[in-house]
């Protein structure tokens, strides 16, 4: 008889407790056997350790009936990199029922960011699976990152999120008509709290609640060099410390150079206060449980919104202003996070602003509907064009010097929307012979 496996798939810690707060929540159905498979998409995975060997892992690990490595299966390929030829499918999906020994089960899949690898390439060699998409952070407030093949996107049925943002609606995969469900944040509180309970020794704040520094290592990604993202760290430091912290931790991205560290311990000692780094590998949600800081301070960091949301604590952005200057293409999908982080969060040089920070009101979180709406589609203008006539009504309302950080004039002037030139130029983007003399322009400038 002809059974069901559920195969879920992860490639973060964040992630993995996430699917593993889904399944304490019961938003999935039964199924004979529950596969976790773990994927290790660092660009040097031989170098870095895998998700299930993490600290933490072993009570999620239990959840499931059997724990498998995406990398170990498609050896030497990389995961990132690699999706089947669509003639090499029928012969895929043979393989992993056999490795995996599926045999002829029906197969239901769970994964993370569906438009890439090696999500996208588990929904091309399982064809027909019905899937469900889990957000992995605030990307999933923003557009689809590219199009999706309807051959799989029309087979997802939901969208996962905790509620990071509460009363905001996200925007990812609404092309195929998917609709969120929201995972409890009892659930999710529950999974940090065994992760906190296993996490290896962490400084001792003295009873005091500290400044807790979130790293994110922004020049791996190419959006600040290192010099600058060196210079945001120190300034998260100063104004830690001008608003009164005396005792701060720095959590650095696992992969961050070590020198970063000694150089805020430095500036730390300097201003009088005390910097020590946490090298434990873990989530910063287990060190909100086991710091319980008196303030979170971070750019764009998922962790800034499960601290105010989640935790109630008090936090505080840096840098987003920068970031938001410099980030390229005007599609990167880093770009919601940051507008989220800058729309909503306090600045760290604003006292006033830090300690009195709170949660968004609901005519707060519709004004940031509005906003996403208006960034999303232009975004991602081919993917979701129903969100014209919103992001035109956003622009000719609310475009000032201040909401002007969250767009390019140059990608307003290309979609013909308010704002990219002066009323008596809007003919200009639509005027087809206009256009065509700008590209020769263009072409001659370049030759």
Not at 261 to 280: I, N, T
Not at 419 to 424: E, M
């Amino acid at each position: 008889m002809t059974g069901t496996t559920h195969i879920f798939c992860a490639s973060t810690l964040y992630g993995a407790a996430t699917l593993a707060a889904a399944l304490d929540a019961g938003l999935f159905e039964p199924a004979g056997r529950r596969l976790l498979v773990v994927t290790n998409n660092a660009a040097n995975p031989e170098t870095t350790v895998a998700l299930d060997r993490m600290a933490g892992f072993a009570g999620i690990g239990e959840r499931f009936d059997g724990v498998l490595s995406w990398n170990e299966t498609i050896a030497p390929l990389h995961p990132s990199g690699w999706g089947p030829r669509a003639n090499d499918i029928p012969m895929w999906e043979r393989y992993l029922r056999l490795l995996w020994g599926l045999g002829d089960d029906r197969v239901r899949l769970t994964v993370e960011s569906v438009h890439v690898n090696p999500a996208l390439a588990l929904c091309q060699v399982f064809t027909g699976a019905p899937v469900d998409v889990y957000a992995d952070g605030l990307i999933s407030y923003g557009p689809t990152r590219d199009k999706v093949d309807p051959l799989v996107g029309t087979r997802v049925e939901r969208l996962l999120h905790l509620d990071l943002v509460p009363g905001l609606t996200p925007l990812l995969l609404t092309e195929f008509g998917v609709r969120p469900e929201l995972i409890r944040t009892e659930a999710f509180l529950k999974v940090l709290d065994e992760m906190a309970a296993a996490a290896p020794g962490f400084p001792d704040t003295g009873g005091e609640g500290p400044a807790l520094l979130l790293g994110q290592y922004l020049s791996a990604l190419d959006i600040l060099g290192a010099a600058e993202e060196e210079e945001l760290h120190l300034r998260m430091v100063r104004g830690a410390v001008a608003l009164g912290h005396r005792r701060l931790v720095f959590k650095p991205h696992p992969v961050a150079p070590a020198r970063w560290s000694r150089l805020l311990e430095e500036e730390a000692a300097r201003l009088g206060a005390e910097l020590e780094v946490l090298d434990v590998p873990v989530l910063a949600e287990v060190a909100f449980q086991r710091l319980r800081p008196a303030l979170v301070v971070g750019c764009f960091s998922t962790a800034l919104f499960t601290a105010a949301a989640l935790y109630g604590l008090p936090v505080a952005r840096a840098g987003t202003d920068t970031v938001l200057a410099r980030l390229a293409p005007y599609q990167n999908s880093n770009r919601v996070p940051v507008t989220l982080a800058d729309a909503l969060l306090p600045d760290l040089g604003d006292q006033r602003a830090v300690s009195g920070w709170s949660l968004p009101s609901r005519e707060r979180v519709a004004q940031l509907e509005g906003l996403l709406k208006a960034v999303g589609f232009a975004m991602q203008p081919r993917i979701y064009p129903e969100l014209r006539e919103a992001a035109e009504s956003y622009l000719a309302r609310h475009l000032d010097a201040h909401t002007w950080r969250y767009f390019k004039r140059r990608r307003l002037t290309s979609l013909a929307l308010p704002g990219a030139v002066p009323a008596q130029l809007a003919f200009i983007p639509r005027n087809a012979t206009v256009r065509r003399l700008a590209r020769r322009a263009r072409a001659l400038t370049r030759t």
